[in-house]
């Protein structure tokens, strides 16, 4: 399956179906945290496996996720030393991961704020300096979605995203830049705009500077952003960014990576990540 594909079909599932996700699916999801462990950032990500087929009911009932979800009996949980650039490298790896899943026909969620974090943390026995910014159920999503599912999508109003002119700029950082203008990179640009973001809040902005190089900024929503500590839910959206943009690009025969140790136009009110170079 393509990338772009993937990525169109990726959405939160909140509801899952009984029948258990197979053994040799579980391996294979256990194979795609070996390589997908490492992101732009260079530091390493530590991701487990939680099945509930292997808890106790009062293990099971600390789990929850305030009723966000229903019927998921696995979940990936993920955690990264508390150092710079290790949350946007948890997103960068772990939505690989999502979008693998998505084309194995599962369902997953990103779990940012609506899950018992402690709970999961003792699970995964998390390190005194890991964090774990995030956790997704995966599973097969239910024939129809339960009404909390609905009214979930409705709150988050998950099926809006904003315009190109809104995200995407040329050098000067205010004209917006068309789909035109982007040529080979607009299916890159598109992927990001389609991603996932916690609160559907979409804080991704993106300048193509002079040299036709893409710059990567954060539009910081700070009671978002910093409402868990030293969790940084929009650096997660971010990390997704950066490999939703990476996976569209290769696709198009684009050779590139993110370097985030560039300098960058300071631009107001945004703030720098990292640069796409060729
Ligand atoms: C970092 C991050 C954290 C999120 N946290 C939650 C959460 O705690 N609870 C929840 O129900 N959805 C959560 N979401 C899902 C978003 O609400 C969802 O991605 C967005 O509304 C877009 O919908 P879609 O994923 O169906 O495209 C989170 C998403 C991201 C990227």
């Known amino acids: 399956m393509k990338a772009m594909e993937k990525i169109q079909r990726r959405r939160s599932v909140r509801s899952y179906d009984p029948r258990p996700v197979e053994p040799e699916i579980k391996e294979r999801l256990r194979q ?5 462990n490492t992101g732009p950032f260079g530091t390493a990500v530590r991701f487990a496996l939680l099945d509930f087929e292997e808890l106790d009911p009062r293990e099971i009932k600390s ?8 019927g998921a009996r696995l979940y990936i949980l993920a955690a990264v030393k508390d150092v710079p650039g290790s949350q946007l490298d948890l997103g960068y790896c772990l939505e690989k991961i999502i979008l693998e899943a998505t084309a194995m026909g599962l369902g997953t969620c990103w779990l940012g704020g609506t899950f018992r974090r402690s709970s999961f943390a ?4 998390l390190a005194e300096d890991e964090l774990m910014p995030a956790v ?5 999503p239910a024939e129809s979605a339960a009404l909390q599912d609905r009214v979930a999508r409705v709150g988050a109003r998950s099926t809006q995203r904003k315009p190109w002119s809104e995200l995407f700029f040329s050098a000067d950082g205010k004209t917006p830049l068309t789909e035109n203008e982007a040529g080979a990179y607009r299916d890159a640009l598109e992927a990001v705009r389609l991603g996932p973001s916690a609160k559907n809040r979409q804080p991704w902005r993106i300048v193509r500077d002079e040299k036709g190089r893409y710059h990567l900024y954060l539009k910081e929503d700070r009671i978002i ?12 959206d971010m990390g997704i960014a950066m490999a939703h943009f990476e996976l569209a690009a290769r696709e198009w025969g684009i050779e590139g990576r993110w370097e985030p140790r560039a300098a960058a136009v300071p631009l107001p009110g945004l703030e720098h990540i990292a640069l796409w170079e060729e």
Do not use: D, S
Request: aromatic share 12%; proline share 3%; net charge positive.
């Open 32 to 36: 795609l945290f070996q390589e997908h």
């Open 225 to 236: 952003n910093r409402a868990f500590g030293k969790i940084r839910l929009q650096h997660l």
């Open 122 to 125: 003792r699970q995964m026995g």
């Open 136 to 140: 997704t159920p995966v599973g097969y």
């Open 63 to 70: 789990l929850g996720t305030y009723g966000m979800v229903r």
